[in-house]
């Protein structure tokens, strides 16, 4: 099965929150009202470093997935 790179999330006990979620390495989640980002795997520590580099343009890339799906969903209504 091909999965998105991308998912959206939510949860009726988190209602004020919308989730983002990384299917690709590093899976991680981020919360997009906190900005908070949970990692759904543990990081090898030689791989760290390149990893923290390479999430500032993750970050970019949900933030961009995010816009677009509710643009999408609100063209659909």
Not at 14 to 32: A, G, K, Q, S
């Amino acid at each position: 099965m091909d999965l998105p790179k991308f998912v959206l999330a939510d949860n009726t006990d988190f209602p004020n929150n919308l989730f983002v979620i990384h299917l690709e390495y590093p899976r991680f989640i981020i919360d997009l009202e906190t900005e908070d980002i949970e990692f759904l795997e543990e990081l090898d520590e030689s791989e760290e470093l390149e990893i923290k580099e390479e999430m500032d343009r993750l970050i970019d890339l949900a933030g961009a997935f995010y816009e677009r799906e509710i643009t999408r969903f609100a063209e659909d209504e």
